[in-house]
């Protein structure tokens, strides 16, 4: 079975924002959502350590920040993401050998056009690399329900 990433638009929209402020330097962040839950809820932009239009690394005491704050929040880095600014959205040999969550969807969006940008997810685990569909909401509520179900209210 091939996972999904069911990701708000509005999350989209920030990635994709935050990679073209940093454009031409990639850009890196997280997303946080509960333990357990496979749900992006809050988005933290990180510092990009390597200053670098074509390899990005957190910022070692930013990194143990963010992740000591997700834990105290019981949260987890539900989305690993970081922009390439001349190429495709596809894992790198140094993306692969760096990806060390194992439950991490890890979202690439390519800013090479600077009218349109390529957004693609994969699962990386001991280095093997995994595309999986992206599907995009307004909001959790009524993923995967369809747009006229309601929940009973009983």
């Given amino acids: 079975m ?5 990701i ?8 994709v924002a ?3 402020r940093d454009h031409p330097d990639e850009a890196c962040g997280v997303i946080a959502g509960p333990e357990g839950s496979d749900r ?3 988005l933290v932009e990180m510092i990009n350590a390597e200053r ?7 910022d070692s005491g930013e990194h143990l920040k963010v992740w000591r704050e997700m ?3 019981d949260e987890e880095a539900v989305v690993i993401y970081h922009s390439h600014t001349s190429t495709e959205a596809y894992p790198s040999r140094t993306d ?18 600077p009218k349109t940008h390529e ?7 001991d280095g093997e690399v995994t595309e999986e569909p992206v599907e995009v909401v307004e909001s959790y509520m009524f993923a995967h329900t369809g747009g006229d179900e309601v929940p009973d209210r009983d």
């Fill in 8 to 15: 708000r638009r509005d999350l989209v929209d920030a990635m």
């Fill in 71 to 73: 834990d105290a929040n």
């Fill in 96 to 113: 692969i050998s760096y990806a060390s969550e194992p439950n991490a969807h890890y979202v690439l969006v390519s800013t090479r056009d």
């Fill in 119 to 125: 957004l693609r997810s994969y699962r990386i685990l």
């Fill in 52 to 58: 670098s239009p074509t390899f990005y690394r957190f």
């Fill in 40 to 42: 992006p809820e809050r």
């Fill in 18 to 20: 935050h990679a073209r």
């Fill in 2 to 6: 091939v996972a999904v990433l069911v």
